[in-house]
Each structure stands twice: as C-alpha cells, then as structure tokens.
C-alpha cells in the first residue's frame, strides 16, 4: 500500500499525475496508457478519465498497487 498526502492548501490531484508521483508510470504517456488500458481503477471502478481528480478519501489500485489519497494538516 502506498499512501499519497496532499498538502494542506491541495484539495485535489490528477491521476495521470498521481500515477507518476508514487513511481507507478515513468512519463505521463505511460500513466495515460495505463488508463486507456483499464488497468486503473478508483474507488473500486475502472476508471477512463486521464485528468480525473482525486481527493482524500479516494483509493486508486494499478498493477497490484493501492494508492490511498490522505490530506496533510497544515
């Protein structure tokens, strides 16, 4: 599992970009070909949409990772 903390003045980020902050996809054309593919799913649901935003609470799963959004304090 993988915990990813957005900063505290963040409330969100795309998934493209989150699939290569936590090593998931080394460019954003991996991280958007990964999607295409179905090979992402958020919340529990394959999700297509490259620029989909995350928020606290969301939960993305990709090549047997799980990625849990957290949200830093201050």
């Not at 963040?10 to 090979?39: F, P, T, W, Y």
């Not at 919340?43 to 090549?63: F, P, Q, T, Y």
């Amino acid at each position: 599992m993988i915990e990813f903390e957005l900063k505290a003045q963040e409330d969100n980020i795309s998934l493209i970009q989150l699939l290569k902050v936590v090593g998931l996809a080394r460019s954003g054309g991996e991280a958007r070909q990964l999607v295409v593919d179905g090979l992402v799913k958020l919340n529990g649901k394959a999700e297509s949409r490259k620029r989909a935003k995350l928020r606290k609470g969301d939960i993305v799963k990709c090549m047997g990772k799980k990625v849990i959004i957290t949200q830093a304090l201050e």
